[in-house]
């Protein structure tokens, strides 16, 4: 049985990056991910309309990681506080064994191996300290910047769903 327990919240570090807890001051980056055409390109969700609709984002957001549902980071660069994407694990199973994580990137900070970065840390927190044995990611099977770090992280393709979505399953004993 894992543990999912999100208190105190979990900072994350690496080299480059400070993955914290989104506060309401991210509105204006939260804004500009879920309203950017080429972010919400492949993903299935209703973009942003305004400030506000990131605002109330923000708060569901932390109200579940209260309610220890899903944890969700703001991705930051050590040098700066500010928002430059999101990473998240969501959708545990009742036994807290299964999740799905869930990434993005203001564009100018895609190809610069950022996500990676993250990714590599967040997989490590939810096998480690929650102790998942799987994680599952959703993406479209034309979005090859996602398909190609999920296959970094030797993530496999299981199947494709009936909207375009190919399913991928890392194993933390693969
Ligand atoms: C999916 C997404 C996060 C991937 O971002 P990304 O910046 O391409 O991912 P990475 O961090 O793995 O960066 C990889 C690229 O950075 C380059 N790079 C530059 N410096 C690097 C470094 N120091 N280390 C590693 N890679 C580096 C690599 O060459 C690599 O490019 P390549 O795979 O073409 O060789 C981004 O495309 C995105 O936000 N898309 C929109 C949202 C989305 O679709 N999310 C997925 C939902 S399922």
Same mark, same amino acid.
């Given at each position: ?9 979990? $900072?994350?570090? =690496? ?7 989104? $506060? ?35 708060? =569901?957001?932390?109200?579940?990681? @209260? ?15 500010? /928002?430059?994407? =999101?990473?998240? /694990? ?14 993005? /990137? ?5 190809? *610069?191996?950022?996500? @990676? ?10 096998? @480690? ?17 996602? =398909?190609? /770090?999920?296959? *970094?992280?030797?993530? *496999? *393709? ?17």
């Amino acid at each position: 049985m894992g543990d999912r327990n999100f208190k105190p919240f979990p $900072v994350l570090k =690496t080299e480059r990056l400070t993955l914290r807890q989104l $506060v309401s001051g991210d509105a204006n980056e939260i804004f500009a991910l879920r309203s950017d055409g080429n972010v919400n390109k492949y993903l299935d969700r209703k973009p942003s309309k305004s400030i506000d609709d990131a605002k109330i984002f923000i708060q =569901t957001i932390n109200e579940n990681i @209260q309610r220890n549902d899903s944890i969700y980071w703001a991705i930051t660069l050590n040098s700066t506080d500010k /928002l430059i994407g =999101t990473i998240c /694990l969501f959708d545990f199973s009742d036994d807290n064994l299964k999740a799905e994580i869930g990434y993005e /990137l203001l564009p100018g900070f895609q190809g *610069k191996g950022i996500m @990676q970065e993250a990714t590599s840390k967040v997989i490590e927190f939810g096998i @480690q300290h929650i102790g998942l044995h799987s994680i599952e990611a959703y993406t479209h099977f034309e979005n090859q910047s996602s =398909t190609k /770090l999920l296959e *970094k992280f030797n993530f *496999k *393709k299981h199947s494709v769903d009936g909207n375009n979505l190919m399913i991928f399953k890392l194993t933390s004993n693969d």
